[in-house]
């Protein structure tokens, strides 16, 4: 059975491959053999294409936002009067 495979969709993009399905768990593939062997359980893995598309992107757009999140905390970071002094327990003072 061939299946497409996203786990690696956002650093390698999306691959075909062989596979053989678990007997015990229909959630379950294992890839034989490739450059990624292994088992991979779902959503990592589709029968079509267009759900494997479909999975990259919703990785992509929750990628974005949590990078987003990063990017507005970083630039919400305000380093005068943050300094801590290391031997005591107060803040050292910044004047600008």
């Given at each position: 059975?061939?299946?497409?495979?996203?786990?690696?969709?956002?650093t390698?993009?999306i691959?075909?491959?062989?596979?053989?399905?678990?007997?015990?768990?229909?959630n379950?593939?294992?890839?034989?053999?490739?450059h990624?062997s292994?088992?991979f359980?779902?959503?990592d893995?589709?029968?079509?294409?267009?759900?494997?598309?479909?999975r990259?992107?919703?990785?992509?757009?929750?990628?974005?936002?949590?990078?987003q999140?990063?990017?507005?905390?970083?630039?919400?970071?305000?380093?005068?009067?943050?300094?801590?002094?290391?031997?005591?327990?107060?803040?050292?003072?910044?004047?600008?």
């Amino acid at each position: 059975m061939k299946v497409y495979i996203t786990r690696y969709a956002l650093t390698e993009g999306i691959y075909l491959a062989e596979v053989e399905l678990s007997q015990t768990d229909d959630n379950r593939v294992t890839v034989l053999h490739g450059h990624h062997s292994g088992i991979f359980r779902r959503p990592d893995w589709h029968v079509t294409v267009t759900g494997a598309i479909n999975r990259a992107e919703q990785m992509r757009k929750e990628k974005i936002q949590s990078l987003q999140k990063q990017i507005d905390g970083l630039e919400r970071l305000d380093f005068y009067g943050q300094i801590k002094d290391c031997n005591s327990t107060g803040v050292v003072q910044i004047n600008n």
